[in-house]
């Protein structure tokens, strides 16, 4: 992903798997973004655009730990759309309202994202859904 050092190097936030929606409307945002969670060990399902994110959420509803959402102004309703069809799903928000989540649910990375702080970011988000839904796949 070429974005700095590789942030499993040291084996710290490792996936184990666990399936993240990665949803950008900007390729190189959601490759870079993809390459970084996958090289952490985490199951990626890619979306390009607002609706195709939503489509994915519910066609992994049961098995989605977590979601990392950049759409620049409209990651907002990015997230609602995928709330929609899998109610809070933890998220990270990349963007311009990233100094300012507008739910407890979300946090927000500046963007560019840093993959280190990114996978951080999910890696925590993600270890908070496991303790409240084991069950997820």
Do not use: S
């Not at 907002?76 to 507008?102: K, M, Y």
Request: hydrophobic share 50%; net charge negative; charged share 25%.
């Amino acid at each position: 992903y070429g974005g700095g050092p590789d942030p499993a190097a040291a084996g710290v936030y490792r996936g184990a798997g666990d399936r993240v929606l990665v949803a950008a409307d900007r390729a190189v945002v959601r490759e870079l973004v993809a390459a970084a969670l996958d090289a952490a060990g985490y199951t990626v399902v890619a979306a390009a655009d607002r609706d195709a994110a939503a489509r994915q959420a519910g066609d992994h509803r049961d098995r989605l730990r977590a979601a990392v959402l950049a759409f620049g102004a409209h990651t907002r309703a990015a997230v609602r759309g995928v709330w929609r069809v899998r109610p809070l799903l933890p998220a990270v928000a990349v963007g311009p309202d990233a100094d300012d989540p507008f739910d407890p649910a979300v946090v927000g990375v500046p963007d560019p994202p840093a993959p280190a702080a990114l996978v951080r970011a999910v890696a925590e988000l993600v270890a908070a859904e496991r303790a409240a839904c084991p069950d997820v796949e």
